[in-house]
């Protein structure tokens, strides 16, 4: 497999896979699904230190991640907010470590000290991979959104880079 930086040519194949996500209802408070336009536009107008890249097995897209601005605040500017999404029949099969050390090492070299982020108190999968990875709960916002009619608590982790 093959990590590499996303391209406009992959632009389908991340939305499927995000649209995967916010189908199975366990990795994002979205609801509605995107179309390629969306993702095309989320891609390209972002700073190049806020890196999206994708997982290829045979010419095929099997997960991607990105490094979001955790803040617009210039007293934020190292610090990262994480996003992981894997193609379903490929989630719990340990790829998701290869997408994290790929951007923490794209961290460093961009100049963030620190990445966050948000999961749900329930995704014991992602939580297991997190905190193999070393990062820590920092706290769990409470009622923090609405999945499928009913208040969901998000659980904040992060991790100190370097």
């Known amino acids: 497999m093959e990590i590499r930086k996303a391209t406009e040519k992959d632009v389908r194949e991340i939305t499927t896979i995000y649209n995967e996500g916010i189908e199975d209802r366990i990795a994002t408070l979205e609801t509605e699904v995107k179309t390629d336009k969306y993702v095309m536009e989320w891609l390209f107008q972002r700073e190049k230190r806020y890196l999206v890249i994708v997982m290829e097995e045979n010419s ?14 210039c007293a934020y500017r190292g610090v990262g907010e994480l996003s992981i999404y894997i193609k379903r029949e490929y989630r719990g099969k340990g790829l998701g470590q290869n997408l994290l050390l790929a951007l923490e090492k794209n961290g460093q070299q961009n100049e963030f000290y620190k ?10 999968l992602g939580q297991g991979l997190y905190r193999k990875m070393g990062y820590r709960k920092v706290g769990v916002f409470e009622k923090q959104g609405i999945r499928d009619g009913e208040h969901v608590d998000v659980m904040i982790m992060e991790k100190l880079l370097g």
């Open 60 to 73: 095929h897209i099997v997960g991607w991640a990105s490094i979001n601005p955790y803040s617009h605040r």
């Open 115 to 124: 990445f966050v982020l948000f999961t749900f108190s329930f995704n014991d």
